[in-house]
């Protein structure tokens, strides 16, 4: 995805591609590596054994009922790309995601799915469900407000490869995986590994990249293994923008003559990060193996803003006399760790896992000001928010084959699930958020007048969704699932797949049942027809259900003055927004339609095409903003502070969001 009309290239330096047994260094051209990644991919879909999408007997991409695709480690590396996400997007054209300029929602960036939002693609690790980011959508791409996975505090190097099924797979894996389903597989056994070096940037100087990974493997007892992977990754900020045609200084200032006219600094944030992961299997018997994995990740970005002009009600003049550019700085931590058994007893296959993963996110600012403040105000501020997101998944699973009725084969597949997840929000200085009632004076500090004399200074830290104590939230739930999922050969050339998942929610998300038919119909060695129908639903994620956030606006008084004003959303269980129409959330329910055909007309080629039909009934999106003096008696009987009222009043600005369900919305391709 280009974010211009005539995108920068990078410009690779010193592309030297050299390999030796197990150091590589050298950059590709995208283009050039997936032509020549051709003839491996058409022997990977003939010989990849898949584990997504089907949990009955195992099948090759090829011979898959459902439509999968497979990025194979040299693929993910030949891209170029730093991130996870960059890459799966480079590659897999019905994948793309969401760029932001402005904001965290520009450094967390989930992959979407046939143009549906983040949330739809359930994303696991080894066939196991990962951790959510604590970070809602709130961005100009995808405002729903709930919290995506954040693949790109998995590394690169870890990967063996990706296996994406490009269909609702809800009764297979419950919740989310309306649009499809990630599985990151990653790198096993005790040899092989590389080293890495990436370095590029924009041919405007902008945007610097360089990353360096690598990855070992190790034995682990007898006939176990250790695999370690890493990467440290650096990011320099670039942005795009027109220059500006306002003045940014007050009539009369010679200043005016020589400012650079940057009015916003929106683009790619800085940042630097780096990712470890370990996989690991030891046998303890030839019927009992013990598996383990992990990953960690951290992160720090900068992220540059709008400029706050010398002449606006933003800026404090004895602060920054030339206005100044306000910082988001985010520290992100990222952790998820897994241990499991699998084993064979009484003629089933069984495997057990235990997974705990946690995102943090905690924000800061280098550089901003709370102007209602007025000259008191600090210049940084080392706490403005910190979001929390924790998962806990339990699962048990076993699969059997048997030669059912009139002998025809039939395998079986059934599971238990336990899911625990966390989703709290932490308030920041106090400072930050605080209103002072400042009001600019009617001198400048060069003794001229004030054009702004009187008028009330912007409220709250500028550039920043501040969380306040009546922002904060914790809220936690417990949900229970079983499936059983059947495949069965009624005749040679044909496969059925039957899944049902039925789960309750602790909460008001209540309970759903879902259910999924795939099929495939074998005319020919080479030619297959296959097709799937099902049901499938998305519960309301935590974030939807419990997020609170105050922001920063402006607004037209009815005399045309332009005053400060506070945006907030509520969180829709909360008794302002019930008062103000919410009510809780239900999950949002899916049927879905495909159908395909598979053709190999040569021993190195594939040829597939899928058609899908998507409808989401119940969809949950954030509301319009609710604004005017009709809403000061609801916020008065709710306790909103006078001072917020006030401005709120004045300004005939917006109010705050809460969520609604949308009647429904439809995908075809």
């Known amino acids: 995805m280009a974010l211009f009309a005539n995108p920068p290239r990078l410009a690779l330096h010193n592309p030297l591609i050299k390999s030796i047994a197990f150091v590589g260094l050298g950059l590709m051209n ?60 480079k590659l897999l054209p019905s994948f793309n995601y969401g760029t932001n300029v402005a904001g965290y929602n520009s450094t967390i960036r989930p992959l979407s799915n046939r143009s549906l939002a983040p949330a739809y693609t359930l994303v696991l690790v080894n066939g196991k469900r990962r951790h959510n980011s604590a970070l809602p959508a709130n961005g100009s791409t995808d405002s729903s407000g709930a919290n995506s996975v954040d693949i790109d505090m998995i590394p690169i190097s870890a990967v063996e490869r990706i296996e994406v099924l490009k269909d609702s797979a809800a009764a297979q894996y419950g919740s989310d995986a309306i649009a499809g389903v990630i599985n990151v597989i990653l790198k096993s056994g005790a040899e092989g590994g590389h080293l890495g070096v990436t370095y590029g940037k924009l041919y405007s100087g902008e945007g610097e990249v360089s990353k360096f990974e690598g990855d070992t493997g190790f034995e682990l007892g007898d006939g176990g293994f250790l695999h370690l992977s890493a990467d440290a990754r650096k990011r320099g900020d670039a942005s795009w923008n027109e220059k500006a045609t306002n003045n940014a200084y007050f009539p009369g200032d010679s200043r005016e003559a020589s400012w650079d006219r940057v009015g916003v600094k929106n683009g790619d944030p800085q940042i630097k990060a780096f990712n470890l992961a370990y996989n690991a299997e030891l046998p303890l018997d030839d019927q009992t193996t013990l598996y383990s994995y992990g990953t960690y990740g951290q992160r720090d970005a900068i992220i540059n803003n709008y400029f706050r002009y010398p002449n606006g009600n933003a800026n404090i003049p004895e602060l920054f006399a030339d206005g100044y550019y306000p910082l988001n700085n985010l520290d992100d931590t990222d952790y998820q760790y897994l241990i499991g058994g699998k084993g064979e007893a009484l003629g089933w296959n069984w495997d057990l896992s235990t997974t705990y993963g946690r995102n943090n996110n905690h924000q800061y600012s280098d550089r901003t000001i709370n102007p209602t403040l007025g000259p008191a105000s600090p210049t940084s501020f080392d706490d403005l928010a910190t979001y929390r997101f924790e998962q806990w998944v339990n699962n048990i699973d076993i699969t059997r084959a048997f030669d059912g009725l009139f002998g025809v084969p039939l395998q079986v597949s059934a599971g238990l699930e336990h899911r625990w997840e966390r989703f709290q929000t932490f308030s920041g200085d106090a400072q930050a958020y605080q209103v002072g009632g400042y009001r600019f004076p009617a001198t400048l500090p060069n003794g001229q007048a004030n054009p702004l004399a009187g008028q009330l200074a912007s409220i709250a830290a500028q550039a920043a969704a501040v969380i306040s104590p009546q922002d904060t939230t914790s809220l936690q739930r417990n949900n229970y699932a079983a499936y059983v999922d059947f495949g069965i050969t009624p005749i040679e050339p044909l496969f059925v797949d039957l ?171």
Request: proline fraction near 6%.
């Open 30 to 89: 995208p283009a050039q590596a997936a032509d020549e990644a051709t003839d491996e991919e058409a022997r990977l879909e003939k010989v990849t054994v898949i584990s997504t999408g089907i949990r009955v007997a195992q099948r090759t991409v090829t011979e898959s009922p459902a439509p999968i695709d497979i990025v194979t480690s040299d693929q993910l590396l030949k891209t170029g790309r730093a991130d996870l996400t960059e890459a799966i997007a």
């Open 499 to 669: 899944a049902l998942r039925a789960e309750h929610f602790d909460d008001d998300s209540g309970n759903t049942v879902s259910a999924k038919l795939n099929s495939r119909y074998e005319f020919t060695d080479t030619f297959a027809v296959r097709g799937t129908v099902g049901t499938g639903f998305r519960a309301p994620s935590l974030t939807q259900i419990g997020y609170s956030i105050s922001d920063n606006r402006v607004g037209a008084a009815p005399d045309g003055t332009i005053v400060p004003a506070v945006t907030r959303i509520a969180p829709v269980n909360s008794a302002l927004a019930q008062a103000l129409g919410a009510t809780s959330l239900d999950p949002e329910k899916s049927r879905n339609l495909g159908l395909g055909v598979t053709w190999q007309p040569a021993p190195r080629t594939s040829l597939t095409a899928d058609a899908y039909w998507i409808e989401i009934a119940d969809r949950i999106a954030r509301t319009e903003s609710l604004y005017g003096p009709a809403l000061a008696p609801i916020l008065a009987a709710q306790g909103v502070d006078l001072v917020l009222r006030q401005c709120l009043r004045h300004a005939h600005a917006r109010r705050g969001y809460r969520y609604r369900p949308l009647q429904s919305v439809r995908r075809m391709g």
